[in-house]
Nanobody, 119 residues
């Protein structure tokens, strides 16, 4: 069984920063792509950033230049540094990962962490 556990959400003023973290645990062979998604009130879940095992990154246009995704392969973890936060960044942020476990590659989601940006 594989679990993704996020941390680091909270309440921050506009212009502030938060660092989100996610760690995968369980019977893990390796972790391929890791990503952050978010879902605001009455909005669809959207991709924020993704990072490959080799470090290749891709960002949503709305966060380019403000957010940075990084990972630690030895700890099966991914981080999202969020800077210059705006009210429209308020959402539940979800960690997502493709994990090879017990001979099978599957996609997993974390439970989400709330980010609230006050204006």
């Amino acid at each position: 069984q594989v679990q993704l556990v996020e941390s680091g959400g909270g309440l921050v003023q506009a212009g502030g920063s938060l660092r989100l973290s996610c760690a995968a645990s369980g019977s893990i062979g390796y972790v391929n792509n890791m990503a952050w998604y978010r879902q605001g009130p009455e909005k669809q879940r959207e991709l924020v950033a993704v990072i490959g095992r080799g470090g290749t990154t891709r960002y949503a246009d709305s966060v380019k230049g403000r957010f940075t995704i990084s990972r630690d392969n030895a700890r099966n973890s991914v981080h999202l540094q969020t800077n210059s936060l705006k009210s429209e960044d308020s959402a539940v942020y979800f960690c997502n990962a493709d994990v090879y476990s017990n001979g099978v590659l599957r996609n997993y989601w974390g439970q989400g962490t709330q980010v609230t940006v006050s204006s």
